[in-house]
């Protein structure tokens, strides 16, 4: 059956990290969403998401989409199919509102990964990330910042809690539930 491995919790958290580490150990292919929000400087238009101006990102149809502070942000069903085609396994990067949109469109499918981490350390990690302080500052204010932080209330029976206060323990974490992916 094909399945799709949601990623998920507040900026900073890990997220990518963790779905570029199923690309590269377990060639899990990351689905490919679309953002109004500027690139970063090692960002890669089409790989990292397709970026958009807001008239562009209007021109698409999406299965999902959400603003999250202040930028738009949404998941094709075009993107999915792709990345099905490539593994039946797939991995998909999306906040808690994205999340529970996908979990309802796909349930039998859909594992949930919630990552939290202790604060004082995703501070650390946000600022050293290299956002310009202006943006981190939004994004640290921003309502849905917050309410990442927590696993919605619909997700909490099915969402498997990953902590990364250390790359070692969320990767024997993530490994373990791979056994019971493949
Ligand atoms: N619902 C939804 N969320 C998305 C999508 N693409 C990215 N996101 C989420 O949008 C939020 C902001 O993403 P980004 O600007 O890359 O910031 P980051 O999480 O700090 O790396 C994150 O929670 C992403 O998981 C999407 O297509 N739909
Ligand atoms: N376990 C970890 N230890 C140290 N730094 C980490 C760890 N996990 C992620 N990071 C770093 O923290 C920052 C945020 O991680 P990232 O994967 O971009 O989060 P998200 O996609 O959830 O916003 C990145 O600079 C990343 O390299």
Redesign the pocket.
Known sequence: MQKVII?T????????????YLKQQYQIPAVVTHTTRPKRKHEVDGVDYYFETPSTFRQNEYLESVTYSGHLYGSSKEGLTKAWAKSDVVSI?LDTKGAVSYVQAYSQQAMVWF?T?DEH?LMQ??K???DTPDLLAQRLHSKEFRRDLLVPQVLQTCAHILR????P??KTEVDLLMKSVK
């Not at 919790?9 to 570029?20: D, H, I, P, R």
């Not at 990364?164 to 790359?167: A, V």
């Open positions: 990623i919790g507040a900026s900073g958290v890990g997220k990518t990290t963790v779905s570029t990067v990552l981490v350390l990690r946000l050293m990330r290299g990364n206060d250390s790359w323990q969320l």
